[in-house]
Structures are given as structure tokens and as C-alpha cells.
């Protein structure tokens, strides 16, 4: 168990809804990456936040947006959902700074039907 | 040409046997290199990361590194049943910043069979 927990573990979404994904991060650690892992695939990375600011961003489009809390949780919200949206999505915690190992949470299951 | 590709799967080793699980990648500004495991239905979990030239044994895992052949492979002796998962390789350039952008290998499928 790495300690960071995300909700929902499974959602189900029409095409052109919105969807919020939450992530809580280890204990300590204040910065949160989102990454989106279509089968069969690795990860890709989404965004990072660092101290509650977007601290850098793949290719994805504005529709992926998100926030970082105080508390350094963290929100990955999608709006206009597409068929292709469908994956796993995963938030990785890491100290920040110069120490780089990330830590997964156990993911949210996105279907967009 | 893709960033970090690893070798093409599944890999089939025997209960006991060497795992040998390779990487390479394309960005000479990557710093740090992590191996992750990922069981079917899982999240990836972390289980080696390697910054500088040379070999680094964990355990069961050694993790090798070659930065001028931009190179990353993990040996996995004595491998057991429950070593069978997707093992993904991941490249960062942090650019020396905080910024901290994995990028992941497609990953490799590995089964050990009794």
C-alpha cells in the first residue's frame, strides 16, 4: 500500500458529460501527477501540481483541468467527455523537489459510453 | 520512434529462472529510470529506481543502467509464479527542475510458469 487513495474506484459517463476524479496523496507528499492508462498501454502523463499550482502538463487538451488543495489533495476534472476518454486513471504522489519516485494509488476505471 | 520502448512480449521464463526485462530510450536529457510492476487490474507499483551508471540489486531485482547506450534493463532472479505481471520502464528529465514527468514504456508482459 503506497497510502494515496483516489475515488471513485469505477465510473460510468455518457459522451459530452463532465466527470471529477479525486486523488489524496501519501502522507508528506506535496506533489500530485495524474497520468491516463488506455489497455494495454503505459501511462500518460496528464499534469503535475506542486504547492497547489499546475507545475507541468502533456499533451492533453483544456478539457483536462485540475486543482490541488492545501491539504495537497487533488482533483482531475474532464469535461465533454469522449469515447476515447475511457481508461484508467491514475494519481502518483512524490515528495517534490529533487526526490522523483512517484507512488501510484490503486486508480478511478472510466468508462464513457 | 517512441521515447522509452522496451522489448516486445510476453516474455515466458521458467519458475526459478532469469528474467531479463530491457529499455531504451531516446531522450539523452532522461536522469532517473524506475521500474514499475503492474499486475491485471492494477496500478503500477514501484519496485526499482536507478539515477546513475552501473547496477543497483534489491533483493531479488537488479536494475542496470547505460546512460551512453541510453539503456535500463531489470534482471529478476529466481523468478516465482507471482513475478508474473506487466513491468513498465520509466524515463524522467526533470530538466533540473521539480518538475517530475514520467514517460513510460508500452511495458512488458511477463509470465513465469511452474
Known amino acids: 500500500e503506497t497510502g494515496v487513495t483516489q475515488s471513485p474506484t469505477h465510473l460510468i459517463k455518457t459522451r459530452g458529460q463532465q466527470v471529477t476524479l479525486r486523488c489524496s496523496s501519501q502522507?508528506?507528499?506535496?506533489?500530485v501527477s495524474w497520468y491516463q492508462q488506455a489497455l494495454g498501454q503505459g501511462p500518460q502523463f496528464i499534469f503535475q501540481?506542486?504547492?497547489?499550482?499546475?507545475?507541468g502538463r502533456g499533451n492533453f487538451p483544456p478539457r483536462f483541468s485540475g486543482l490541488q488543495f492545501p491539504n495537497y489533495s487533488s482533483e482531475l476534472n474532464v469535461n465533454a467527455l469522449e469515447l476515447d476518454d475511457s481508461a484508467l486513471y491514475l494519481c502518483?504522489?512524490?515528495?517534490?523537489?529533487?526526490?522523483?519516485?512517484?507512488?501510484f494509488g490503486p486508480g478511478t476505471r472510466l468508462t464513457v459510453t | 520512434q517512441k521515447e522509452v520502448e522496451q522489448n516486445s512480449g510476453p516474455l515466458s521464463v521458467p519458475e526459478g529462472a532469469i528474467a531479463s526485462l530491457n529499455c531504451t530510450y531516446s531522450?539523452?536529457?532522461?536522469?532517473?529510470f524506475f521500474w514499475y510492476r503492474q499486475y491485471s487490474g492494477k496500478s503500477p507499483e514501484l519496485i526499482m529506481s536507478?539515477?546513475?551508471?552501473g547496477d543497483k540489486e534489491d533483493g531479488r531485482f537488479t536494475a542496470q543502467l547505460n546512460k551512453a547506450s541510453q539503456y535500463v534493463s531489470l534482471l529478476i532472479r529466481d523468478s516465482q509464479p507471482s513475478d508474473s505481471a506487466t513491468y513498465l520502464c520509466?524515463?524522467?528529465?526533470?530538466?533540473?527542475?521539480?518538475?517530475?514527468?514520467?514517460?513510460f514504456g508500452q511495458g512488458t508482459i511477463l509470465t513465469v510458469h511452474p
Open positions: 502518483a504522489s512524490s515528495l517534490g523537489g529533487t526526490t522523483y519516485e512517484q507512488y
Open positions: 531522450d539523452r536529457g532522461s536522469q532517473s
Open positions: 502522507s508528506g507528499h506535496n506533489t
Open positions: 536507478i539515477y546513475s551508471n
Open positions: 501540481y506542486y504547492r497547489e499550482e499546475e507545475n
Open positions: 520509466a524515463g524522467l528529465n526533470a530538466g533540473g527542475t521539480s518538475y517530475g514527468k514520467l514517460t
